[in-house]
């Protein structure tokens, strides 16, 4: 993608209080699920954190020291108005780097999370390169494109696998966390709102206010019709894949 349709994807996002599938109560079960509960001086990174919905949650439900972590400063910019508003500045700290290029110690951190966004980096390989940022036993919670079907038709088979190759079956997801050297403890698919009320339709009504600002220009146009295909191609065939959320830990002390 080049940097213009970059720029203008940013600036479509950037007032969305998602920018990937997800929810409030998705992330409060990850966290159950995970055994996650209020603790002072708990450190988190919240890596491809956006606007900032999950940092806002992990700070004030567990009362956290949330590092989050996005490469666009729009993003970020979004983010500290958030935080601001919610009271929690002194708990979360907007960083802007590269998931490929994180500025943490290594074993420094509780938990790391990454709410559909690891895809930019692969889930292969950021599993892999974020082992050594967490503590013995630290935890690990992302969610990844995932088939929930053993069959699908071809056509869809064939569009994933231009789209994104690393998209596979949650056995298989779990087979490479394990690989990995982590132990997984728990894993749920996120059910098709997550996709349809929760992002889409926000994104949807933000279209004509993102047309307008850039003058219709074609490569507006351009954005919002890969938006809308992208929207489509969900409805039509959301039985066979969306975002699973997979949790698992280092090995402990």
């Not at 935080?83 to 998931?99: F, R």
């Not at 974020?130 to 990844?144: N, T």
């Not at 698919?189 to 206010?209: F, G, H, I, K, M």
Request: include cysteine; hydrophobic fraction near 45%; charged fraction near 20%.
């Amino acid at each position: 993608m080049d940097m213009d349709a970059l720029t203008l994807l940013v600036d479509l996002h950037r007032d969305g209080a998602r920018q990937g599938p997800g929810s409030d109560a998705i992330t409060r079960q990850a966290m159950a699920l995970a055994g996650l509960t209020p603790q002072a001086g708990l450190k988190i990174a919240d890596i491809g954190c956006g606007t900032g919905a999950s940092a806002l949650l992990l700070a004030g439900d567990l009362e956290a020291e949330v590092t989050a972590v996005d490469l666009f400063p729009a993003f970020l910019d979004k983010l500290q108005a958030r935080t601001a508003e919610a009271g929690l500045s002194s708990l979360i700290t907007p960083v802007e780097a590269s998931m490929a290029a994180l500025p943490f110690e290594p074993g420094g951190l509780d938990v790391i999370w990454s709410e559909g966004a690891i895809y930019n980096i692969g889930f292969e390989a950021g599993i892999a390169a974020w082992k050594r940022f967490l503590k013995p036993g630290g935890l690990l919670a992302v969610s990844e494109l995932s088939w929930f079907t053993a069959e699908r038709p071809a056509e869809l088979e064939a569009y994933w696998s231009e789209q994104y190759p690393g998209v596979a079956p949650a056995s298989a997801k779990i087979a490479q966390l394990e690989e990995a050297g982590y132990t997984p403890v728990g894993y749920f698919p996120l059910p098709a709102s997550a996709w349809l009320d929760q992002y889409y339709a926000p994104t949807q009504a933000r279209l004509p206010a993102f047309l307008d600002r850039h003058g219709h220009s074609e490569a507006a146009r351009t954005v919002v019709e890969m938006e809308q295909a992208e929207l489509a191609h969900f409805e039509a065939h959301h039985r066979y894949y969306g975002y699973g959320f997979y949790l698992a830990r280092t090995p402990g002390p």
